[in-house]
């Protein structure tokens, strides 16, 4: 009777070492599942901005646009793509007040730059994404459409826990603003304005 009682706990307990390496073998698969799947990170559209500057011949203007929505993909803790919708009818300008700021924006929004009643959003897409050798750094490019026209576009991105940032330029001539361009127009002298403008990308999770 207790060689029988014997085996019955041998067995038993065989049992729970195999059922404790099946759980365990279960555990880690679900965890390595879950680090190699693909993660989304969606921006905070009220803390995240695009800051722009536009220069010209006699100064230059600044200001600011926000998202409407976008977020960053990433496998295995590393940036793979993104996508990005911004709200062209945000558009300010800092850097001017009063009737002089309204009448700027109200010429911002106008068809001789962004044209922000029949285009009221821009977008970036990125297709493809490089690692740096810097940790937190990634070569990026993809396509960006302004006013209903899209080009290619390459920048750097920076990220860090809860945030990334992006400096790169746009060429306005691309997307068909003509408004004192020099691609367009000649002899603008003093008003002419420049067709490259800097964007600073402040992105927030």
């Not at 300010?92 to 029949?118: Q, R």
């Not at 821009?122 to 940790?135: A, D, G, H, P, Y």
């Amino acid at each position: 009777m207790l060689v029988v009682t014997n085996n019955i706990n041998i067995l038993y307990n065989k049992k729970i070492v195999t059922m404790k390496k099946i759980i365990l073998s279960l555990v880690i698969i679900l965890i390595t599942s879950l680090i190699s799947y693909g993660q989304k990170k969606t921006i905070n559209i009220s803390k995240s901005n695009v800051f722009w500057e536009g220069h010209k011949i006699t100064g230059s203007h600044e200001g600011l646009m926000m998202f409407k929505s976008g977020h960053l993909n990433f496998e295995n803790n590393k940036l793979t793509g993104g996508s990005f919708i911004v709200d062209m009818q945000s558009i300010s300008c800092t850097d001017l007040s009063g009737n002089s700021k309204k009448s700027f924006e109200k010429h911002l929004n106008s068809e001789d730059f962004f044209g922000t009643d029949k285009h009221p959003t821009s977008k970036l897409l990125i297709t493809k994404v490089e690692k740096r050798k810097n940790k937190n750094l990634f070569k990026c490019s993809g396509d960006i459409t302004i006013k209903n026209i899209t080009q290619k576009i390459y920048f750097d991105i920076k990220i860090e826990k809860n945030k990334a940032f992006v400096k790169t330029k746009i060429d306005r001539s691309k997307f068909n603003i003509k408004y004192k361009s020099g691609s367009f127009f000649d002899g603008l002298g003093d008003s002419l304005i420049y067709d490259e403008f800097d964007l600073k990308i402040n992105l927030f999770f």
